[in-house]
């Protein structure tokens, strides 16, 4: 009798048992819900913000390509030869072309390709083909092309000529050109030129001058020079997106120098660690950084503009051929992105950095050298891809 009664509680206890599990495995609970949908919400919102854009590449062998830089198995959409660039292979020389900040190419747009002859190109973007060509100089070395704030004209400088020219973009017109050169006929070498960020002038470092420029839009007239130290040799320069501060890239000290913009006065000078050679930067959107790309080392150099002091350096994949060429802030203000040259034979690369984490957000590797990389709408991408440009094609896409 007890042994039933014993046996009969078993079951019973055993039967709660079950009830029990099976009503907490069936009962709703809201918390892994909530969990799960703030962290996948968050980062789908941030790609969508920043994801927008393609980019539009130039190599030196004359390649354009259409590239979507956040997929790098599949980057390569579409390319087609317009023009040789590089024109005195193996001579390699550095080319740059600068968009006002969250500015991007689109259908109808004209880019301007710079050769390292002192040619420059103009190629309609519906079509890709040269509309126009200007022969600013006529030597081998650094040429560099920036777009006015509104994007209606271009400032162009050519240092081995000592050509500074402004070109209107719908007429295709010289607006006016001038020639920096010394009483003894030596250029002033002038290796790079920017808009300010109000269009009312442009600033333009006279490298063999020790000056830097600031030069009334309209007319090219000077208005204020920044005389330099003797043998500081100021190379390429940067100025801010709120127009009050100038970054100044010296190859004879090997350091970047801060001034005020308009006034140029002095904020601060930042040396460069070791053996670096300054020669592109790009502040921040937000201007609390500028970060330096040297022109000897796969690396960026993360300098703080309140205190002016080095507080990182980002190391970019090693090439053949170390060095960076250009450094851009991508359309949206979430990434900057870093143009390795390399050379047509063991090929270049571009880099896209995390502004949030100042680490590599993204590696595209080429076959050959980049010459000019520019944000592209995608709409504009998908419509050269689809209609002008030829498929992707291992070993002919760049």
């Known amino acids: 009798m007890n042994y039933k009664l014993i046996l009969l509680a078993g079951f019973i ?3 709660a048992i079950g009830f029990g ?3 907490l495995m069936l009962r709703p609970t809201t918390t892994p819900t909530t969990t799960t949908t ?3 919400t968050k980062p789908t919102t941030t790609i969508t913000q920043s994801q927008n854009f393609y980019l539009l590449v130039f190599t030196q062998k004359g390649i354009s390509m259409v590239l979507n830089p956040f997929s790098p198995s599949s980057s390569f959409l579409g390319f087609q030869h317009v023009v040789n660039i590089s024109l005195n292979t193996p001579d390699q020389v550095y080319f740059w072309e600068q968009l006002p900040y969250n500015s991007m190419i689109k259908l109808g747009d004209v880019v301007f390709m710079p050769l390292n002859n002192g040619t420059v190109y103009a190629v309609n973007t519906s079509t890709m083909k040269v509309i126009k060509s200007f022969q600013v100089g006529n030597s081998i070395g650094f040429i560099g092309i920036d777009y006015s704030p509104n994007m209606q004209y271009v400032g162009i400088a050519d240092g081995p000529s000592g050509v500074v020219e402004v ?4 007429t295709l017109q010289v607006v006016w050109k001038d020639t920096f050169i010394s009483p003894t006929g030596r250029t002033y070498y002038p290796c790079d030129i920017r808009w300010a960020p109000n269009g009312q002038y442009i600033i333009v470092p006279m490298r063999f001058n020790n000056s830097v420029d600031e030069i009334n839009a309209t007319n090219g007239q000077v208005i204020r020079v920044l005389a330099a130290s003797p043998g500081s040799q100021p190379y390429m320069l940067s100025p801010n997106n709120q127009g009050t501060m100038l970054a100044v890239e010296y190859v004879g000290n090997n350091s970047v120098g801060f001034y005020s913009l308009p006034n140029l006065s002095l904020l601060g000078i930042v040396k460069m660690p070791g053996k670096l050679i300054p020669q592109r930067g790009v502040f921040t959107p937000n201007g609390q950084y500028y970060l330096e790309a040297p022109a000897n080392e796969n690396e960026v150099v993360v300098i703080s503009t309140s205190n002016f002091s080095i507080i990182e350096n980002i190391t970019l994949p090693s090439t053949s051929s170390p060095g960076l060429s250009e450094i851009q802030l991508a359309p949206g203000g979430n990434y900057a992105y870093v143009v390795i040259h390399g050379n047509p034979q063991s090929g270049g690369m571009i880099v896209l950095i995390s502004l949030s984490s100042m680490g590599i957000a993204y590696e595209i590797p080429l076959t050959t050298a980049p010459a000019i990389v520019l944000p592209l709408q995608t709409s504009a ?13 291992t070993g002919l896409h760049c």
């Open 38 to 40: 703030s962290v996948v």
């Open 13 to 15: 206890v055993i039967l």
């Open 167 to 170: 070109i209107n973009v719908q």
């Open 381 to 393: 991408g998908t419509y050269l891809v689809d209609n002008v440009l030829l498929p992707p094609v």
């Open 21 to 23: 599990a099976a009503y």
